[in-house]
């Protein structure tokens, strides 16, 4: 999923819904924008802090999750620079 979490108000909602619609053993992957201070508008949020993502991705049921920065640009975020990262979690498989 790229650059549309950003976009859902309920976020732990749909991570929720994407927990029960993958299955087990496979990954979600999302990529989208660090949190930045400096973004305000109604329709998106200002980014995610890793540890406000994990912890929703953990709620939801994911589990390992890796996060990471893989770019940074400027005036890439709502004409701010900003930078991006790659997040990784796994549904556990059934034992």
């Known amino acids: 999923?790229?650059?549309?979490?950003?976009?859902?108000?309920?976020?732990?909602?749909?991570?929720?819904t994407l927990f029960r619609l993958i299955n087990?053993?496979?990954?979600?992957?999302?990529?989208?924008?660090?949190?930045?201070?400096?973004?305000?508008?109604?329709?998106?949020?200002?980014?995610f802090s890793y540890s406000r993502l994990k912890k929703e991705l953990s709620g939801a049921g994911f589990i390992s999750t890796d996060i990471s920065t893989f770019y940074r640009g400027r005036k890439i975020f709502m004409k701010q620079d900003a930078s991006m990262f790659l997040a990784v979690s796994r549904k556990q498989a059934e034992q």
Do not use: Q
């Open 1 to 16: 999923m790229s650059l549309v979490l950003l976009h859902i108000p309920d976020t732990e909602g749909m991570l929720r």
């Open 24 to 47: 087990n053993g496979e990954k979600l992957i999302i990529v989208d924008f660090d949190k930045n201070e400096k973004v305000h508008h109604p329709a998106v949020h200002h980014g």
